[in-house]
């Protein structure tokens, strides 16, 4: 399947584009994009930017980081690409160009990468520091590039993310991994993580492993030994002093997150309420699973807990109560009443990365602390980047979406996305029926959102979970299909 997947991109790159640019101006396929809002313009992206790319299964998963320099005029100067398929080779070069419009919609093409050919994306700008990206040719796929601040080495301990697709101990199965590793000069001096492999779930230490010194545009590797024993490697790309973009680069693995240094009193553990986002897989298909939620955390109690999840045919919501002990290395691991159990590593008090320790669920996702102690219509104000990814089960699908969403701050919602169905062939494509409007409501005490939005050709379903004013976390709650992402006031 991968290998299908790099012997069509090329092909498909022109019909893209064209396709891309088509739907951006006067419409595309009998619909038309409607730009918004903003005072957005090719200086907007200025600088070099590491960026993170997913796709889902059916149309061949696989996982992509690097890092590119924007000129502010249009041109993609300078790039290196890494991805799972050529993850045992050298960073892949390449140049490009880009165009963003006033509302921060637009395109990036890579004219070279990892996964053979180039690629274009369909882009949103969060800020001149954040891009949401969504693959604009058939093979949909979602991610996101950010602003670099240094390249310097990574020093400190970093608390790791990281969600494989076939994972690096067994390609048959999925796997999720949250930690900490502590790293000195370029070695690894010690950590811990959890695991969740294929169902399994296990406690292990980081024993030994190294991070070489980073080179052009902050590209390094490393390896990370743990006591079971076995080795994973890791190319990584520094965002900042406190952030690193991380592939899986082990044989045939597909895998890929992020780490950030922790810092604060993280011994303390969770306290407070959190708004969470989580998605993975199952033994129907990976990227089957997907969750949002809030919850409140006060001296080893978590109550209430808040959720609404999807998982294959199947969209729940509903409330939760239980219990949470805290390590002073930061993990917290917490026991519910009813839901899987799930464990926390705390990157800071405000901020925590998070797997499920579940046979069937394979899921991983990250924890915000609220910043709002009541949300009303008007806590979301403005227009928001949305990106969403996922698949459409019914179809057999990638279903990825991408754009901005106003919400008027008294409870009326508008979108103008655009959605890649990998099943159509088309990319990027407006949906039938044009922009999309609606309503939302929400809870003052949880931060929960629910909005639905329609047009003359369908509707669409949303719900999401409030971390404050500027962001949260979404998903689609409709039958079949599993999407989720994030929501992000543009400034």
């Given amino acids: 399947m991968k290998l299908s997947r790099i012997l069509t991109r090329t092909s498909v790159l022109g019909a893209a584009v064209l396709a891309l640019f088509a739907a951006t101006g006067c419409g595309y396929g009998g619909n038309t994009v409607v730009h918004t809002t903003g005072n957005y313009s090719n200086a907007s992206l200025n600088g070099t930017y590491v960026y993170q790319i997913h796709g889902q299964p059916f149309s061949g998963f696989y996982r992509e980081i690097g890092a590119f320099t924007a000129d502010g005029a249009g041109h993609i100067t300078a790039g290196s690409d890494d991805s799972s398929v050529n993850a045992g080779g050298l960073a892949v070069s390449f140049t490009g160009s880009y165009q963003i419009f006033n509302d921060g919609t637009g395109s990036i093409t890579f004219n070279n990468s990892g996964l053979g050919g180039g690629i274009t994306l369909a882009i949103t700008l969060v800020s001149s520091s954040q891009i949401e990206l969504m693959e604009a040719d058939p093979f949909a796929a979602t991610g996101e590039a950010n602003l670099q601040t240094s390249t310097a080495a990574p020093t400190g301990t970093f608390v790791f993310r990281l969600h494989d697709e076939a994972s690096a101990q067994n390609q048959n199965l999925s796997a999720s991994e949250v930690g900490a590793v502590s790293i000195s000069g370029t070695s690894v001096t010690g950590g811990q993580m959890d695991q969740n492999l294929g169902g399994t779930s296990t406690v292990l230490n980081l024993t030994a492993g190294t991070f070489s ?28 002093s406190g952030r690193l973009a991380l592939l899986v680069s082990n044989t045939n693995a597909v895998g890929a997150g992020s780490a950030e240094l922790q810092t604060g009193a993280v011994s303390a553990g969770l306290s407070g309420n959190y708004a969470f986002g989580s998605a993975g897989d199952d033994g129907v298909a990976p990227g089957a699973t997907a969750t949002v939620g809030s919850f409140t955390a006060t001296s080893g109690a978590i109550n209430p807990y808040t959720f609404d999840s999807q998982q ?43 797997l499920i320790t579940d ?11 609220q910043t709002l102690n009541s949300f009303s219509a008007s806590t ?28 008027s701050g008294s409870g009326k919602l508008t979108l103008a ?60 709650p409709d039958a079949q299909e599993i999407t989720s992402g994030t929501v992000s006031l543009q400034h």
Wanted: no cysteine.
């Fill in 213 to 240: 010194a980073p080179g052009t545009l902050g590209r390094g590797t490393a390896t990370i030994t743990d006591n079971s024993p076995f080795s994973t490697n890791l190319i990584y790309y520094v965002v900042s």
């Fill in 312 to 354: 294959d045919f199947t969209s729940s919501n509903g409330t939760d109560s239980g219990t949470y002990t805290s390590a002073a290395n930061g993990r917290v691991a917490v026991t519910l009443n009813s839901e899987s159990p799930e464990v926390f590593w705390m990157v800071s008090p405000a901020r925590a990365f998070f």
């Fill in 359 to 369: 046979p069937n669920r394979i899921e991983d996702g990250t924890a915000d602390l």
């Fill in 380 to 407: 979301m104000t403005g227009q928001y980047a949305m990106l969403m990814g996922g698949d459409d089960l019914n179809v057999g699908q990638d279903l990825t979406r991408i754009g901005p969403l106003n919400f």
């Fill in 417 to 476: 996305e655009l959605v890649n169905a990998s099943a159509s062939g088309q990319g990027a494509q407006p949906p039938q029926g044009g922009g999309l409007n609606g309503n939302y409501q929400v809870d003052s005490s949880t931060g929960r959102i629910t909005g639905t939005l329609s047009n003359s050709a369908g509707g669409l379903d949303l719900v999401m979970y409030a971390v404050s004013g500027s962001d949260g976390y979404v998903l689609q």
